[in-house]
């Protein structure tokens, strides 16, 4: 474990309508600093789509309503792959899945639902069946999902990968090996390798983590000392060279609010600490998004298109901006202990320099972490860009933020609970 923990700083963003409602067994993952989010439940199962715009914290409502468009969904995964949107799993009806595979695809620049042509290996014939719990993270041009909770066979181990190019479904074999029957765990990739922690091995916690070598093909355990206890409903993003490891519980009905720093070189844990006056949210079956050069560095294979923004943000072109982040008013931050932290960006570094901690005393605003320089933005938009020129294709600077969204408890009024946590690293 390190000597010096980085500490955190966690802020409630009050959402206005239109909104979608507060929700767990949610799926959500970001694509171009967008933030999407589809299905979950409150009392019943949920249906509707929405994208999020993080800079300006505005919805947007998309059509979830096509025949190409899933049904209600709860504990599915949901993941993007050059610019298409992977939706698996989560129906209520077991019976509809063995006729359809419960695979669906979004166009996120034509903002509409594709359909798809189901495939499988010539030598196996066969396609996942629909399950809950599992994970689905995406390596190269593959979505790899493992094990779930399939109705009337309980948990599963099987590993499933899915070539994005070709639509061809393959069953890794069941190596002796590995983490066994799991659902309700974490996973994610780094570099060229796939994460898991914890999760439910039949109706017992486990806290143990995996690492799958996409190279070998192979399992193995990783064993640290100290590190999170046993956990399910949790959430896991890569940040830097590093897993964060979010909420969770032994059960559901006791989330909690740590934050574990996982170090993929050195392999250690670390919990990290929030600043005086913060505090995380206690949440389970929730979704964690992380947003920035930080979370999402740039994929090796850039197009175009996205080579042009690169340069452009090498070429210093974007503006620098400050976030300027304090408690909402019922926070116990006491008065003048508000913090303001600055991203700074620089020719020489790449991307986003980390964050910085100073104190001053800010400008009262309609979020909790705002960003300064928004309405200047939108003015910058209006006048340099033509009307018709969509979105999209303006390179906003997104700060180094973790989003959890949702999760148990659920709140009683509608709008989804949002929460940003910066860290302050030097």
């Given amino acids: 474990m390190s000597n010096r923990s980085s500490p955190c700083l966690w802020t409630s963003v009050p959402q206005v309508s239109p909104a979608p409602c507060d929700r767990c067994k949610h799926a959500s993952c970001a694509f171009k600093g967008k933030v999407y989010l589809l299905g979950g439940r409150k009392k019943h199962s949920l249906k509707d789509f929405w994208k999020y715009n ?11 309503s096509s025949d190409q468009a899933p049904e209600e969904l709860e504990e599915h995964s949901m993941v993007a ?9 989560g129906l209520r009806d077991s019976a509809y899945s063995n006729s359809k595979t419960p695979l669906w695809l979004f166009d996120t620049v034509k903002e509409q639902w ?21 994970s689905a993270v995406v390596w190269e041009s593959s979505m ?15 590993f499933w990968r899915l070539d994005l190019d070709s639509g061809v479904w393959s069953l890794l074999s069941n190596a002796p090996v590995g983490p066994g029957p799991r659902h309700s765990y974490s996973a994610m990739t ?32 990783i064993r640290a000392s100290s590190g999170p206890s046993k956990l399910m409903g949790h959430s896991a993003v890569v940040y830097k060279d590093s897993m964060l490891l979010f909420g969770g519980g032994e059960t559901q009905s006791v989330p909690r609010n740590c934050l574990w720093r996982f170090s993929l070189t050195a392999l250690t844990w670390e919990k990290l600490p929030s600043l005086p006056g913060s505090t995380a949210p206690c949440r389970v079956h929730h979704c964690s998004v992380g947003l920035g050069p930080n979370f999402q560095p740039e994929p090796p294979n850039l197009s175009d298109k996205e080579t042009l923004m690169s340069n452009s943000m090498n070429n210093n072109k974007l503006r620098p901006f400050k976030n300027k982040c304090f408690p909402s008013s019922s926070s116990a ?37 705002t960003f300064e320089n928004q309405e200047a933005i939108r003015k910058t938009q209006d ?44």
Wanted: one cysteine or more; a negative charge; charged letters at 20%.
């Fill in 54 to 64: 993080v800079v300006r914290n505005e919805w947007i409502e998309l059509d979830c």
């Fill in 81 to 89: 792959h050059q610019g298409v949107l992977y939706v698996f799993g």
């Fill in 114 to 134: 594709l359909h798809i042509q189901e495939q499988s290996s010539p030598s196996q014939h066969v396609v996942p069946a629909n399950r809950k719990g599992h």
């Fill in 144 to 158: 790899y999902i493992y094990g779930g909770y399939i109705d009337m066979r309980g948990t599963s181990q099987e």
């Fill in 190 to 221: 780094h570099q060229d390798s796939m994460y898991l922690y914890g999760g439910l091995q039949g109706l017992k916690e486990q806290r143990d983590l995996w690492r799958w070598s996409f190279h070998s093909q192979a399992w193995s355990c």
């Fill in 333 to 369: 931050w006491e008065p003048g202990e508000d913090i303001e932290l600055q991203t700074v960006h620089s020719v020489k570094t790449k991307g986003l320099k980390d964050i910085s901690t100073a104190l001053i005393k800010p400008t009262p605003w309609r979020n909790c972490l």
């Fill in 383 to 426: 006048d340099e860009h033509s009307a018709d020129e969509p979105e999209d294709d303006l390179a906003l600077p997104v700060p180094n933020l973790l989003l959890v969204l949702g999760g148990k408890p659920i709140k009683e009024q509608n709008a989804i609970s949002v929460w940003q946590m910066t860290l302050a690293e030097s």
